[in-house]
Structures are given as structure tokens and as C-alpha cells.
């Protein structure tokens, strides 16, 4: 399967600031890229769609403006959380793929929002 | 109902014996389903992928498809400890969003 990075692993940060997360693909380029959500004991919840060169569509109850996407080249996407509170705290999970074939995932990035 | 349904479990299985993953689905025109394994901590790993009606062996793992019945398994021959993790059931959609089921935590018992 495609290898797929995440960086950082993990990150502890106080409410209020913003964290960046980079997802990049290592031996492929997709012009479809994902990020989900998981909460402890949760499934992945799909937050956002993003296109290389176009917006994110974003999923319902995902504020667009707190998930700052940005699909920067075709093996380059970053999630930035800004604002950060306790309630965000989370497993942030990207992931590489065409549409109705097989997601590759990134290994994941625990957020912990003190 | 939702999506994507699986039994949470736990699901408790004999070391080399056969373990019995099932998941159910909503949405009647989905055409692509997916197995994946997940450990505690660790983001999701592809097992098996199926896209027709009958059996696909990968190994030690067979994904089973009934699209008229909505329905699909995953088997697990010989299981090892090593096997106990969560997998989880994925559905694309007709809005090609790919839509998971909440896991089935499996457990070996060697």
C-alpha cells in the first residue's frame, strides 16, 4: 500500500492556540486527499474533502473557519486547528485516495488541547 | 439505522480457530466495501478490499460481499494474538464520501 506521514505524532498545546498538522504522501500523488476524526471508543468521522487546487468541502458540523484545510501540492495537505479548546481534543487522521477505491491512511496525530 | 452497522463486540476467539467479522449497510447502490484492522492508538491498516458479489481470499482473510442482502464479512482463518484489534467496516457512499462502521474489537485467546 502507499506509505503515507504524519507529522506530529502527537502534540499538547494550551486552548486558545492554533496547531498545524501535515499530512504528506510519500510514493504517490492524489489529487483527492481526506481528513477524519476519531474520539476515544468512536469511529473515524469524515471532517473534510480537499481537492489539489480547489477548496475543501467540509462535512456537516465541521466549522470550516476552526479546520483550516490547505491542499497545497499533490502530496502535501495540512489541517490546521485554530483556536484550540479541550472539546478538540482528538486522533486527527489523513488519508490518500481515489474516490470508491481503497484510502490509505496516515499514522495519526493525538491532539491533547489543555 | 445507521450507515454502516457492526457488532462492537467484544468478539472472543480461540487461537487457530476461525474468526467471524459482519457488517450490514444502508445505502442500496454502494459499490465498494473495506476491511480495515486497527490497534489501539494506531490509525487504520487495509485489510481487504471487494467490489463484486462472492468471496475474495487475501491469505488468511476472506471479505464475503451479498449486495442484495446488504451485507459484508470478513473471515479469519488460523488466528493468531497477534489478529486481536479493532476492524472496521467502510462503505462508499453515493456521495463518495467513504462512510465507517464503529468496529468489532476482536480478541485471540491463545
Known amino acids: 500500500g502507499a506509505v503515507v506521514s504524519q507529522h506530529p505524532s502527537w502534540v499538547i498545546c494550551k486552548s486558545g492556540t492554533s496547531v498545524k498538522i501535515e499530512c504528506r504522501s510519500l510514493d504517490f500523488q492524489a489529487t483527492t486527499m481526506f481528513w477524519y476524526r476519531q474520539f476515544p471508543k468512536q469511529s473515524l468521522m469524515l471532517m473534510a474533502t480537499s481537492n489539489e487546487g480547489s477548496k475543501a468541502t467540509y462535512e456537516q458540523g465541521v466549522e470550516k473557519d476552526k479546520f483550516l484545510i490547505n491542499h497545497a501540492s499533490l502530496t502535501l495537505s495540512t489541517l490546521t486547528v485554530t483556536s484550540a479548546h479541550p472539546e478538540d481534543s482528538s486522533f486527527y487522521i489523513c488519508?490518500?485516495?481515489?474516490?470508491?477505491?481503497?484510502?490509505?491512511f496516515g499514522p495519526g496525530t493525538r491532539l491533547t488541547v489543555l | 439505522q445507521k450507515e454502516v452497522e457492526q457488532n462492537s463486540g467484544p468478539l472472543s476467539v480461540p487461537e487457530g480457530a476461525i474468526a467471524s467479522l459482519n457488517c450490514t449497510y444502508s445505502?442500496?447502490?454502494?459499490?465498494?466495501f473495506f476491511w480495515y484492522r486497527q490497534y489501539s492508538g494506531k490509525s487504520p491498516e487495509l485489510i481487504m478490499s471487494?467490489?463484486?458479489?462472492g468471496d475474495k481470499e487475501d491469505g488468511r482473510f476472506t471479505a464475503q460481499l451479498n449486495k442484495a442482502s446488504q451485507y459484508v464479512s470478513l473471515l479469519i482463518r488460523d488466528s493468531q494474538p497477534s489478529d486481536s484489534a479493532t476492524y472496521l467496516c467502510a462503505v462508499y457512499r453515493a456521495d463518495e464520501k467513504l462512510t465507517f462502521g464503529t468496529g468489532t474489537r476482536l480478541t485471540i485467546i491463545p
Open positions: 488519508s490518500f485516495g481515489a474516490v470508491y477505491n481503497e484510502q490509505f
Open positions: 471487494i467490489y463484486s458479489n
Open positions: 445505502d442500496r447502490v454502494s459499490q465498494s
